[in-house]
């Protein structure tokens, strides 16, 4: 979030899930432990879906509507109404 703020966009957490590994993540989870990129043993993750929008130059507001998008079971709605 910092990145996306320290670059002039507006962001924010649109939803968060924690979910068992699937097949990609269970085969690299050995080299992901080895890495110290996950705790031994550790087969879930949380997921984040993040929106991010620079602002319109002089208009002060964000552009235009986000299309709603569907993560599994998750229904994202729009940022704005325009």
């Not at 993750?45 to 507001?61: N, T, W």
């Given at each position: 979030?910092r990145?996306?703020?320290?670059?002039?966009?507006?962001?924010?957490?649109?939803?968060t899930?924690?979910?068992?590994?699937?097949?990609?993540?269970?085969?690299?989870?050995?080299?992901?432990e080895?890495?110290?990129?996950?705790r031994?043993?550790?087969?879930?993750?949380?997921?984040?879906?993040?929106?991010?929008?620079?602002?319109?130059s002089?208009?002060?507001?964000?552009p235009?509507?986000?299309?709603?998008?569907?993560?599994?079971?998750v229904?994202?709605?729009?940022?704005?109404?325009?």
């Amino acid at each position: 979030m910092r990145l996306l703020t320290g670059q002039g966009l507006t962001a924010r957490v649109l939803a968060t899930a924690i979910e068992p590994f699937g097949p990609v993540m269970s085969r690299r989870a050995a080299l992901l432990e080895d890495l110290g990129l996950i705790r031994p043993g550790q087969r879930h993750e949380e997921l984040v879906v993040i929106a991010a929008r620079r602002l319109a130059s002089g208009a002060g507001r964000l552009p235009g509507p986000v299309a709603e998008r569907h993560l599994g079971r998750v229904a994202l709605p729009a940022l704005d109404s325009a």
